[in-house]
């Protein structure tokens, strides 16, 4: 069965610093996709970012980055230039590339402190 | 463009009365559904999935069922609450073969009392 770990539950960041969240996962599968969501304190969930697992380059969105280590299954989240609307849940998640179920782990608490 | 809508926002209900959430999605056809749970402090666990009317998938033995009766409704029911069942729930949509990630509803915060 997948899992997700973020072993993380709380993190802050002084605002325009940069922070790196962690994720890892247990997966026999090749074929499948990363996610990281933002839930801030409204707990609507928003995709920040995703990674096919294919694919050797990292994915980038804006201030936002990963760290994808196939091997060591491990997918990390970089937030640079941290922003106070950057204060939220985030949570990886894990989805098979012939399943339809999103796993997420149990999330981390970021704080940007001004 | 699509959207998907969720109701009602908060609910206060008492153990053992029935239950009834509704999520639309507006702006695709055919979409995968979801129906999540997260209880405080936690992550989401999946309760049950659709890929198309009438095929609900439970990933979780419990007290709630599902219902998507047409092709961009899904309806998570109970016939009688319990205490355990208090939570945040979040329904999301995905296109059919693709992975781009789930789009979720704005979530409804259950209590049950």
């Known amino acids: 069965a997948q899992t997700v770990t973020q072993s993380q539950p709380e993190m802050s960041v002084q605002e325009a610093e940069t922070v790196t969240l962690s994720c890892t996962y247990d997966t026999s599968e090749s074929n ?3 996610f990281w969501y933002k839930q801030p304190p409204s707990r609507q969930m928003i995709l920040v970012i995703r ?3 294919y694919k050797q380059q990292n994915a980038t969105e804006n201030r936002f980055s990963v760290n994808f280590q196939k091997a060591a299954k491990s997918f990390s989240l970089k937030i640079s230039d941290s922003q106070l609307g950057d204060t939220a849940m ?4 894990y989805r098979s590339g ?9 999330g981390t608490r970021l704080t940007v402190i001004p | 463009s699509q959207t998907i ?24 056809s055919n979409p995968n559904l979801y129906w999540y749970r997260q209880a405080a402090g936690r992550g989401l666990q999946l309760l049950f ?6 095929q ?6 419990q007290n709630l069922s599902a219902s998507r009766p047409q092709d961009r ?3 998570l029911s109970s016939k009688k609450l319990l205490l355990s069942d208090s939570g945040f729930y979040l329904c999301a949509w995905s296109e059919q073969g693709l992975a781009r990630g789930y789009t979720f509803g704005s979530g409804t915060r259950l209590t049950v009392v």
């Open chain 1, 32 to 34: 499948y996709y990363l």
């Open chain 2, 56 to 61: 609900i998938s439970s990933e979780v033995p």
């Open chain 2, 73 to 75: 409704q899904f309806i």
């Open chain 1, 98 to 106: 012939g399943a339809n179920n999103l796993f997420f782990g149990t």
């Open chain 1, 90 to 93: 985030y949570f990886c998640a």
């Open chain 1, 51 to 53: 990674q096919e697992a």
């Open chain 2, 5 to 28: 809508h969720q109701w009602p926002a908060t609910l206060v209900q008492p153990v053992g009365s029935p239950l009834s959430l509704e999520c639309t999605v507006e702006g695709t």
């Open chain 2, 49 to 54: 999935y659709s890929v198309g009317i009438g």
